[in-house]
């Protein structure tokens, strides 16, 4: 019976997965490819507002960029009440996970990238979408 079951189960993910066109497959479009990191992203108004939910340090944040460079270089930059401090850092990719090392320290974080969309989860759980530009 135990068998049975298994090569039907079998059976059924070979048909579901030669009916998915690899196109139109929306967990080939949420992979974590090097390429679609590489850019420039922006946090929206609205993961701006959670921020400061989050942590009162935020009060007065305006926006938040940062560009991922082919080289595995990155420059984050942050205005707060009218100031702009950049900051740069290094970022490797493996699996998943982004390793971002800022002044000697590293960081680890989940990962989701699409064409439009790069969604960075820390180890703590919050996650911070940016939006290309």
Do not use: H
């Not at 079998?10 to 048909?15: R, W």
């Not at 507002?49 to 595995?72: P, R, V």
């Amino acid at each position: 019976m135990i068998i049975k079951n298994l090569i039907g189960l079998i059976a059924l993910v070979s048909i579901l997965t030669s009916c998915i066109d690899e196109d139109d497959n929306p967990l080939i479009e949420l992979t974590s490819d090097r390429d679609k990191v590489i850019g420039s992203w922006s946090l929206q108004p609205e993961q701006i507002a959670e921020l400061i939910d989050l942590d009162e340090d935020f009060e007065g944040l305006e926006s938040w960029e940062t560009t991922f460079n082919d080289n595995g270089t990155s420059v984050e930059i942050v205005t707060m009440l009218g100031i702009s401090i950049s900051q740069e850092s290094t970022w490797e990719i493996n699996g998943n996970k982004m390793i971002r090392t800022i002044d000697g320290e590293s960081s680890e974080f989940s990962i989701i990238v699409t064409d439009s969309f790069l969604t960075m989860t820390d180890e703590e759980g919050v996650a911070l979408i940016y939006k290309r530009k």
